[in-house]
């Protein structure tokens, strides 16, 4: 009897979990319905979507909103592209002109990621120009971390929580402060 109990619980436990994932893939397909999106693509939590340009999402990639709430902004005439298998995890990213990013990124918590100023250093009437911003493949940028417009991040490369990028880093380093400046060199595999 006690054998038929534990299948039973099992039974139950796969149930439900089969049942969050397609609620997840319910929401994700409500929530990113202005998107071109791959398989897979999951949102935890409700993200913040401001898509008026075109946000392109890979295979498997994941929205979590857990300790913040991520905030994807795409305005008009912008284009954002976000490759198979990366994590946005209540990150703020604004596109008003180009934003890429490789595949199998991780993007913690609290990051903000702009390719634009908005407005010109003392009038906030003057729109400032947009310069694109490209993240390589197998990045990781920890939490609090600032990019900014105009920035290259080349594949592998690692951006230290707090660190304000403002120059393009190159592949498998390590990059942290304010500005960001080199710490050191990642073995390549």
């Known amino acids: 009897m006690e054998n038929d109990s534990r299948s039973f619980s099992a039974y139950v ?5 089969v049942l969050n994932k397609i609620y997840f893939l319910a929401l994700t397909q409500f929530y990113l319905r202005k998107a071109v999106k791959g398989s897979g693509v999951i949102c935890k939590q409700k993200p913040s979507l401001l898509i008026k340009g075109k946000l392109t999402i890979g295979n498997d990639v994941r ?3 857990s300790i913040t709430q991520a905030r994807i902004s795409v305005f008009r005439n912008a284009e954002m592209t976000i490759g198979d298998g990366s994590i946005i995890n209540g990150s703020r990213i604004s596109a008003k002109k180009q934003i890429v990013i490789g595949k199998h990124c991780s993007i913690a918590p609290e990051v903000l990621i702009m390719d634009s100023d908005f407005h010109e250093v003392g009038n906030f ?7 694109p911003v490209i993240i390589g493949d197998h990045v990781w ?4 971390a600032v990019i900014l417009k105009g920035v290259t991040i080349g594949d592998h490369a690692v951006i230290a929580a707090g ?3 403002t120059k393009d880093v190159p592949a498998y380093t390590v990059v942290g402060g304010n500005p960001a400046k080199f710490i050191k060199e990642i073995k390549q595999a």
């Open 63 to 65: 929205f979590w909103s």
């Open 125 to 131: 009437k003057q729109e400032s120009s947009a310069r």
């Open 163 to 165: 660190a304000i990028v």
């Open 141 to 144: 940028i920890a939490t609090k």
């Open 13 to 17: 436990e796969l149930f439900t979990e």
